[in-house]
């Protein structure tokens, strides 16, 4: 009886090793959550003076483990400009994590596909100010169209 559950504890543990295994295979490096090797991942949030969402999303940032500092701006279209985000495409707050910059109220899914896959852009947006979305009042209504930016034009990151 003893060597029967020992085999089936055994089996157990490899199919799980398989199926963890097969996951990393499949969906490539573990999520980001702000933390790389022991290291918090510095979350530069532009913001203005009045606008309490950002203060809401700064907060999720911090309780996905990234190292926030907020940037209070009297005017966020110059941080927009910076990054050539056009106007369809902007949001409250821009951040800045590494090269990239991430525009509105971004689940964290996006970021992690950021910063894990690396792609060659220039940083993703979520336009307008979804409800439901982290940061934002309310309950989420239909998909997160995310978009990737490149030298100013679009196409779609993901869905969430």
Known sequence: MLKKTSNKIIVSIIALTIAVGGYYFAFGKTPVNGDVNGDRIKATVYKSPTCSCCLSHTGYLKGQGFDVETIVEKDTNLIKQKHNIPYNMQSCHTTEIGDY?????????????????????????????????????????????IYSLKDGESSEFMRI
């Open 101 to 145: 910059f991430v525009e509105g109220h971004m689940p964290i899914e996006a970021i992690n596909k950021l910063l894990s896959e690396k792609p060659d852009i220039d940083g993703i947006t979520l336009p307008d100010m979804p409800a439901g979305s982290p940061g934002m009042p309310g309950v989420k209504r239909e998909e997160f169209v």
